[in-house]
């Protein structure tokens, strides 16, 4: 689910200087998009054979189709604040799994937070989960994903769709 909260110049998990320094030009009333609550989004699962560790999640954009036009996000787009690695990197909640079991994400990422109008249609990109083995060894797996956020009346959401591989866990 997905509920509309003034922006506030408040983004979960990061430093609220930083926000307002980078997003000082959105207004601090203007509606965003949130997780309603203290409720995250299910939809990480270790599938491992061991345990995983200070899981973190990073939203790299690639394509965004909008209202009226459909774009790749080149290098430069890529740099610009709500789409930068730092601004889409979280942990995943909790931070450590047993093999099978499953983590919620601690919110959705900047880009689709400020998305004050609705008009983001469909976002694809790579997820990256970044994680530790019991041996402390830090591991990578790419995934691609696609967000479909679906704005209605009375109850908004955002359908999430894992799809290929693209590269299996990888010491880092």
Known sequence: ??????????????????????????????????????????????????PAFMIEVTWIAKHITLDAESFELDAKKQKEA????????????PGHLAPGEAAELTRIPTFLILDPCKQIKEIEGDIEISYRDAFGKCWKTVQEFRIIPQYMEKESRC??????????????
């Open 1 to 50: 689910m997905l509920e509309r909260r003034k922006f506030g110049h408040r983004i979960g998990g990061i430093n609220p200087e930083a926000v307002e320094e980078l997003f000082g030009n959105v207004s601090e009333e203007v509606a965003v998009n949130d997780l309603p609550g203290a409720a995250g989004a299910q939809g990480l699962t270790n599938h491992g054979q061991g």
């Open 82 to 93: 709500k789409y930068r690695r730092s601004m889409n990197s979280m942990p995943t909640s």
């Open 159 to 172: 359908v999430y769709i894992f799809t290929d591989i693209k590269r299996l866990p990888t010491i880092q």
